[in-house]
């Protein structure tokens, strides 16, 4: 059953909802679990980074191994170690996060400038990006990373480096078609004839007043891939080292023992993977949706 | 088919072809620039591998001389590879095309097959969502997807292992005796099954699917086949589901490829993955280089066939 | 005594919801209509006055919600006879206030299945509809032949492959596509839009419809190709005497080919009537929007007098938010300070002023 009601009195026939009261419950939904998320992130890596941890993620306590959460004070309970989970996960944050912003910040920057310049050289540069990015997708992710380490070293800012860089064509498509469009409306003549200097119209009125919506989206997915790619590494043996956590060496570590049972070492890393990378996700989409207004329409 | 349509088909795929070759020879390049930028003289030792005997290969070093142009060595490494001669194993001496051969059937049964799962279970999903829009499955299902594609698939993995050995009593690792089991299918399904679900991509896939087919549904086209009373789902299905399930698979495979490293890792599957995976190990180049340029050849091959489809489908001849 | 009609549609409301505004775009407000047997049945009107709504309500092709309503649509063919909105009230309750519709609980789900049972069996082979914009209505990767045959074997008696082929070369010529047994195998994007538009009418017909609707058969073509398909419609429609609802925002195509026109203004009917009455450029009582658009057509004798077009005043009717009295009060030339008062405050019912001549104005009550 569908119910429909009309507001009484006069409707103004330019006035519009505000978007927040437009945009569907869901995405609104989305977007809060995103922004907590990405809270927790931001305040994990800072109490990982300042060393302020409820227990020390190295100490080992025989008496109390694998225990449940909530047991002795340990809140997310003890590894096959008897160490602190929640302490380990926390650290586990600084594996990935300055990674993370490595590779965003790479791929959203030149991305953004080689877009730039491709959107005003106009067609010629398309096949160029084009290219770019099918031979981008042509690799398997890991697959390229693997190339890399066995070049050079299991260097997680070497990795990063080369993860920002495949985003790069990415960023540049987008950026340009925005560009592109954005020109077709006029009002970048409009206002370079105004008198603007070029890179006020760029910085201000393009990338700031437009594209960010993009950016941030990218931005999130960018981490959320950033996240997915770490623990992938660092479970196969290629990242952060044993005795130093990291989610996907703890899901590794914590393996043989979910075999015989005990679930918890493992799992709850993987919990947290999971839960990261859904509110990413989420995020990024729950953004996009609204913004661009596609949902209940 | 009919004479008419060949020839534009024809022309399609050489262009398609082209641009194929032409990445291949991109991927080549990159390839090579890693190597080429990475500390010690890797080149030599390749090259020394592509050369037969051993007894030449001393001199071939010679020969060789001292610090080559970057562009000779790509060339020469470009030519073997060419020929079939990908050097050989640091590690094990074995040729390495020969061994990415032996291991690299299984990466694909492994890889196909995870395709075709990930396609059972987004179609159906997508289908219903565009045909029937919201309705009180639609969220629960996408919020599923969503979370499906957030799980580590490596702990997915385990835990599906743990039920088989709990509830079935098997242990589904792939070893040498494992094929001649009576439950020996049962073996290959599982990893294939774990990829399909855990691959990550399955909440874009769904995405994509409906997306398109909604965009279909909307076309004027298909109004006018409902108002003529006619079978709107043999009129939306070229363009509505054909179309975008060949691009969707051929945009997804680098992940599934990538997801078959860690799955191969987790059941001890022999394929190409875990080659690369003990290649990166090892630093043993020869083998994670032709890896890599297999790994890229099969993307491209995807994509080589999904503009086939397209072009077969389309009586418009290629256009984008 | 006059034979019942073959279409009758009585007091229909289709609306659309808009979310952001929370309100309802009343595209189709209270319409009635009706064609007799074998007539032709012009519905003229600017855009955004409910035709096209209309035309799509009465097959079933409405899918934003809330759509249809309220309302009865009577079709009376020689096989059946059916109020294609059956049971509609089982599905849809409404509310109103001041005499407005401001509530709508209908159950979507339950009414669609409803609908499809009804016009499931009467698309394409009692009621046949062709659309504006020929080329993107045809399917693009199927022959225009192959569509053609899908509706002969659905609708007529030649199921087979090779009967139903003839057929569809038949109706090819039929409507004057030159070497219809190569164009069969023709696909949409390698034909004009003229052709196209011949080869939906051939589907169309083929079918053998009780009923023919056309929207906006010829906006879009090229003028030359528009006169072109009105000769053929007016043709074939000698030929077979099929019954035609024709709509269009052009008057010289509505003249041509109507025995009787409806005008139709910001979701209701203004003026009715047989087409001599209701598009004479002379003095005939008529609704001051017909008069205007009349006015408003360039025609041979404005262009030799050098006179001015006539503009009608004002902007096309916000349909969420309706004005209080007649809809066309706005832009009205011709209110007079006796009714300025009615027209203003109540809206006008549809009232008969000559045999067979509606109209829905203050200025012809008493």
Sequence with gaps: ??????????????????????????????????????????????????????????????????????????????????????????????????????????????????????????????????????????????????LVIAAFKPDIYYVMAVVGVTGVPGVASLIAGKIRFLRQKNFIEAASVLGLPTHVIILKHILWYNCRTLLIIGATLGMGEAILIETSLSYLGFGVQEPTPSWGNMVQAGANYFLQGKFWPSTAPALAILFTILGFHLLGDGLNNILEGKRNK | MRPAAIRPIALALSREIALTALLLLGVSFVVFLILYLSPGDPFSVLLEGQTVGDASRAGIREALGAPRAWYAQYLSWLGNMLKGNFGTSIRTGLPVFGEIVRVGLNTLTLTLGSLLITLCIAVPIALHAAVRGDTALSWPLTMLAYVVSALPVFWLGYLVIYVFIHRFGLFPLISGSSAAQEHAWLYFMVPIAVLGIGNGTVSEVIRYLRDEMSRVMAEDYIRTARAKGGSVWRHAFKEGLLIPVTEIIASKIPFILGGAVIVEQVFNWPGMGRMAWQAAQDRDFPVIMGIAMVAAAFVRLGSLLQSLVYAAVNPRGPQE | MTAPPLLKIENLRTYFYSRSKQAFIRSVDGVSLQIARGETLGVVGESGSGKTITALSILGLISAGPGVISGKIGLRTDTIQKNLLQDLEMYVTLGQRDGKIMDVAKDEAGWRENAERIMGRLRGKEIAMIFQSPKSSLNPFVSIGNQITEAIRLHTSAKDLKGAKERAIYWLERVKIDSPRLRFESYSYGLSGGMCQRAMIAMALSAEPSLLIADEPTTGLDATIQSKIVDLLAELKSEFGVTTLLISHDISVISRLSGSVAVMYGGTVVEYGPARDVLSAGFAPKHPYTGALLASVPSARNIQQKAYLQVIEGEVLDTINLPRGCRFYARCNRVTEAIRKKCAGDEPDLREISPGHHVRCWLYFE
């Design chain 1, 1 to 146: 059953m569908k119910h429909y009601s009309q507001v009484a009195g006069e409707i103004s026939q330019y006035s519009d909802l505000p978007f927040w009261k437009k945009a569907g419950t869901t995405d609104l939904a989305y977007v809060a679990y995103g922004l907590f998320v990405v809270t927790l992130v931001l305040v994990s890596y800072a109490l990982g980074a300042l060393k302020l941890l409820p227990y020390d993620p190295q100490q080992i306590s025989i008496g109390l191994l694998n225990a449940p959460p909530g047991s002795g004070g340990h809140l997310l309970g003890t590894d096959f170690l008897g160490r602190d989970i929640l302490s380990r996960l926390i650290v586990g944050i600084q594996a990935y996060f300055l990674p993370g912003l490595l590779a965003i910040a790479i791929s959203l920057s030149l991305g953004t400038a080689l877009g730039v310049v491709a959107g005003y050289r106009g067609g010629s540069a398309d096949p160029l990006i084009s290219y770019f990015n099918d031979l981008v997708d042509s690799f398997p992710r890991l697959v390229l990373i693997l």
